[in-house]
């Protein structure tokens, strides 16, 4: 039917976990990732020797949230090319293990660190060990922030992603229809130009379902709502006139599952009238 406009396609949050509790220099920063790149260098670590499970664990008995925190971004950032298996993926995860059992009585600092975690493993295409974090981080939200947090909303938007692409479309509608609920709540207005990127999002998980009427009710929603922003806007620039084009276009697609032809083309020869403009 063509390309869908849609909202949290993955996630893709980037999430700055933690607070130093002390003070460390940079020295001692920059050694702690020279030790483990060259740990990590050395290749396959199956069949470990007690001195590399010694400095594995000479780490992960660290009670220093700041300095694993620290090693572990560097770890991810710098190690990206390094051709070492599993080994990055399998040292990350234990460094968040640890981190999490850290902040055992800080749920807030646990949920952020769970939600970097789930990113890593949505990155290695784990979708299962992707979900049971961002599950689990929607959970610790829930008890440290009042329930329209937008916290809260992003975690929604993350499981309702992963459900989607685990073919759980019913799941995925359930929690997107929430976090956008919740982020009106949040806002106090609808008039937001994320308030309609969640309501394409959700028509199109209707579409993907069959649901055309509904798909094409969340549709108009957002086209709406973008046409509003569009008419009060002082800068045009203040919103997305693609998002309006890919609007017009999500409608005309399921006008046409509708059997609306007439609507269908009105609505996507208006989104390529658009385009055109923008390409201009």
């Given at each position: 039917p063509g390309r869908i406009t849609q909202w949290y396609t993955s996630p893709s949050q980037h999430?700055?976990?933690?607070?130093?509790?002390?003070?460390?220099?940079?020295?001692?920063?920059?050694?702690?990732?020279?030790?483990?790149?060259?740990?990590?260098?050395?290749?396959?670590?199956?069949?470990?020797?007690?001195?590399d499970n010694?400095?594995?664990?000479?780490?992960?008995?660290?009670?220093?949230?700041?300095?694993?925190?620290?090693?572990?971004?560097?770890?991810?950032?710098?190690?990206?090319?390094?051709?070492?298996?599993?080994?990055?993926?399998?040292?990350?995860?234990?460094?968040?293990?640890?981190?999490?059992?850290?902040?055992?009585?800080?749920?807030?600092?646990?949920?952020?660190?769970?939600?970097?975690?789930?990113?890593?493993?949505?990155?290695?295409?784990?979708?299962?060990?992707?979900l049971q974090q961002f599950l689990l981080a929607l959970q610790e939200r829930q008890e440290a922030y009042p329930s329209h947090h937008p916290h809260i909303v992003a975690s929604h938007f993350h499981v309702g992603a992963i459900y989607r692409q685990l073919g759980n479309l019913q799941q995925a509608l359930e929690h997107i229809q929430t976090a956008l609920t919740l982020q009106i709540q949040d806002l106090g207005h609808s008039h937001h130009p994320r308030i309609a990127a969640g309501y394409n999002t959700i028509g199109t998980i209707h579409l993907q379902m069959r649901n055309y009427h509904d798909a094409k009710t969340n549709y108009e929603m957002a086209l709406n709502i973008l046409k509003e922003l569009q008419a009060s806007s002082s800068n045009h620039?203040?919103?997305?006139?693609?998002?309006?084009?890919?609007?017009?276009?999500?409608?005309?697609?399921?006008?046409?599952?509708?059997?609306?032809?007439?609507?269908?083309?009105?609505?996507?020869?208006?989104?390529?009238?658009?385009?055109?403009?923008?390409?201009?």
């Open positions: 999430v700055k976990i933690g607070e130093p509790i002390l003070e460390l220099d940079n020295e001692t920063l920059l050694q702690d990732v020279q030790n483990w790149k060259s740990y990590l260098q050395q290749g396959d670590h199956q069949d470990s020797s007690s001195n010694n400095f594995v664990n000479s780490y992960l008995e660290l009670d220093d949230i700041f300095r694993l925190q620290h090693l572990l971004q560097a770890i991810r950032e710098e190690t990206g090319t390094m051709q070492t298996g599993n080994i990055v993926l399998s040292t990350c995860i234990q460094l968040y293990q640890r981190i999490v059992e850290l902040q055992e009585f800080d749920p807030g600092a646990q949920s952020q660190t769970r939600t970097e975690w789930g990113v890593m493993l949505h990155q290695h295409q784990d979708l299962h060990g992707a620039k203040e919103f997305d006139d693609d998002d309006v084009a890919g609007t017009h276009h999500n409608l005309g697609v399921s006008f046409k599952y509708l059997q609306d032809f007439d609507s269908a083309k009105q609505h996507l020869q208006a989104a390529l009238t658009i385009r055109k403009r923008l390409q201009q």
